[in-house]
């Protein structure tokens, strides 16, 4: 019997997009392809990640260093302000069917918990976020040095909610190998393509691992 389901943060209750204008790509008149190539770096994003960079300024300065031009101290302050913008943005602007949808897992009693590969600036605004009042706690790998999918952090979370694997229901858009994860600790898993849909070899990757598979964020619901 389910009675809790976790989800991911990233393309599965939000999406970080870009704004139109002053982004961090156009402060450093970059297309966002090469923006990219510096922002998520594997062996960067880890460093991130595992909250081993705590200051967000040197975030910033770790993914501007590899840039093969001068940016100076300004232009670093405005990438800053821009990502922090971004990330704010995102974890306020949250559609009608996801919040309706976590509000019918608390009327049902369900536990809901959040087990998300994070860095210090992705999850700064979190508790500003209408989303956390619907969570009974947050996991965030920069907080807790464990990435997913490393069966430690859906440990971590689990015990944070006093509940077994086989009471868990894990929601993701299957990034980070994260739904292969939750299997491995003995999680039911569902994958989510609410927020983005996958290329056809990405989603047969992803479906490998997963119980169920979803297009609407409300047909979460019917997994339970």
Same mark, same amino acid.
């Given at each position: 019997m389910?009675?809790?389901? #976790? #989800?991911?943060?990233?393309?599965? $209750?939000?999406?970080?997009?870009?704004?139109?204008?002053?982004?961090?790509?156009?402060?450093?008149?970059?297309?966002?392809?090469?923006w990219e190539k510096y922002a998520e770096d594997e062996l960067l994003y880890r460093e991130r990640a595992l909250g081993l960079i705590k200051s967000?300024?040197?975030?910033?300065?770790?993914?501007?260093s590899g840039i093969? #031009?001068?940016?100076?101290?300004?232009q670093k302050e405005e990438v800053l302000a821009a990502r922090r913008r971004r990330m704010k943005a995102a974890l306020q602007n949250i559609s009608g069917e996801i919040l309706n949808t976590l509000e019918m897992l608390k009327e049902r009693n369900f536990k809901i918990?959040?087990?998300?590969?994070?860095?210090?600036?992705?999850?700064?605004?979190?508790?500003?976020?209408?989303?956390?009042?619907? #969570?009974?706690?947050?996991?965030?790998?920069?907080?807790?040095?464990?990435?997913?999918?490393?069966?430690?952090?859906?440990? $971590?979370?689990?015990?944070? $909610?006093?509940?077994?694997?086989?009471e868990c229901l894990f929601v993701g858009d299957g990034g980070s190998n994260e739904l292969y994860?939750?299997? $491995?600790?003995?999680?039911?898993?569902?994958?989510t393509e609410a927020l983005e849909n996958k290329s056809d070899d990405k989603r047969n990757s992803i479906m490998k691992y997963a119980d169920y598979h979803i297009k609407q964020f409300s047909e979460v619901l019917n997994c339970l």
């Amino acid at each position: 019997m389910i009675k809790a389901v #976790f #989800f991911d943060l990233f393309f599965t $209750l939000i999406i970080p997009e870009y704004e139109k204008e002053n982004n961090e790509f156009d402060i450093l008149s970059l297309s966002v392809h090469e923006w990219e190539k510096y922002a998520e770096d594997e062996l960067l994003y880890r460093e991130r990640a595992l909250g081993l960079i705590k200051s967000e300024m040197e975030i910033i300065e770790k993914i501007v260093s590899g840039i093969p #031009f001068q940016i100076s101290n300004i232009q670093k302050e405005e990438v800053l302000a821009a990502r922090r913008r971004r990330m704010k943005a995102a974890l306020q602007n949250i559609s009608g069917e996801i919040l309706n949808t976590l509000e019918m897992l608390k009327e049902r009693n369900f536990k809901i918990g959040l087990i998300s590969n994070a860095d210090v600036i992705d999850c700064k605004y979190w508790s500003q976020s209408q989303l956390s009042s619907y #969570f009974d706690d947050a996991v965030f790998s920069c907080n807790v040095g464990f990435l997913k999918p490393d069966k430690r952090i859906y440990e $971590l979370a689990m015990k944070k $909610l006093e509940v077994f694997p086989n009471e868990c229901l894990f929601v993701g858009d299957g990034g980070s190998n994260e739904l292969y994860g939750a299997r $491995l600790t003995g999680m039911k898993t569902v994958f989510t393509e609410a927020l983005e849909n996958k290329s056809d070899d990405k989603r047969n990757s992803i479906m490998k691992y997963a119980d169920y598979h979803i297009k609407q964020f409300s047909e979460v619901l019917n997994c339970l």
